[in-house]
T-cell receptor
Framework: AQSVAQPEDQVNVAEGNPLTVKCTYS??????LFWYVQYPNRGLQFLLK??????LVKGSYGFEAEFNKSQTSFHLKKPSALVSDSALYFC??????????????FGRGTSLIVHP | NAGVTQTPKFQVLKTGQSMTLQCAQD?????MSWYRQDPGMGLRLIHY???????DQGEVPNGYNVSRSTTEDFPLRLLSAAPSQTSVYFC?????????????FGPGTRLTVL
């Protein structure tokens, strides 16, 4: 069965410092990977996705993520954090065409807190 | 472009009552989905649709019904509400691909079942 893990419930970082939000996954085939952000009392907003191609994916608001097939990871990164980046971040995975399930699995979410 | 809209924003039901959560999108997206979000958990797929007249079950479909008579609308019906259905419900749509394309989410409906 496919799964996704976000090992940190909360990440704290100072404004201006780089940030990383971790995500690891397990699928049968080649994955479709997504990052979404949720601000308080709002729906999820798309940040970036990996389908195929370049392992480094650039997304909205200066975020990027690196697909690492050998480590089955898709960590979200940003070189310089902003206070306004404080939100809940979700990693999601869907198995590829040769895999078992087409239903997406979302991680439990990581709360990012950026301190001024 | 309003995107994905959901009504109501908040709802309180008594056990056994039924209700319909409304979802509409104005982006001409073929794919629409319903998720529930519970504390400390990721979103879980309830039902989805790949086009008007076509729906299918997701991960947690029990207690919910859907229909898709138009491209724009995808209502979610709770048949007989139970406290376990207390959750935040999100509707989402995407232009193409069965969960391989970017999903656009509505603002959510916070449902409490007493």
């Amino acid at each position: 069965a496919q799964s996704v893990a976000q090992p940190e419930d909360q990440v704290n970082v100072a404004e201006g410092n780089p940030l990383t939000v971790k995500c690891t996954y397990s699928v049968s085939g080649n994955p479709y990977l997504f990052w979404y952000v949720q601000y308080p009392n709002r729906g999820l907003q798309f940040l970036l996705k990996y389908i195929t191609g370049d392992n480094l994916v650039k997304g909205s608001y200066g975020f990027e993520a690196e697909f690492n097939k050998s480590q089955t990871s898709f960590h979200l990164k940003k070189p310089s954090a902003l206070v306004s980046d404080s939100a809940l971040y979700f990693c999601a995975v869907r198995d590829g065409p040769s895999g078992g399930s087409y239903i997406p699995t979302f991680g439990r979410g990581t709360s990012l807190i950026v301190h001024p | 472009n309003a995107g994905v809209t959901q009504t109501p924003k908040f709802q309180v039901l008594k056990t056994g009552q039924s209700m319909t959560l409304q979802c509409a999108q104005d982006m001409n997206h073929e794919y629409m989905s319903w998720y529930r979000q519970d504390p400390g958990m990721g979103l879980r797929l309830i039902h989805y649709s790949v086009g008007a007249g076509i729906t299918d079950q997701g991960e947690v479909p029990n207690g919910y019904n859907v229909s898709r008579s138009t491209t724009e609308d995808f209502p979610l019906r709770l048949l007989s509400a139970a406290p376990s259905q207390t959750s935040v419900y999100f509707c989402a749509s995407s232009y193409s691909g069965l969960f391989t394309d970017t999903q656009y989410f509505g603002p959510g409906t916070r449902l409490t079942v007493l």
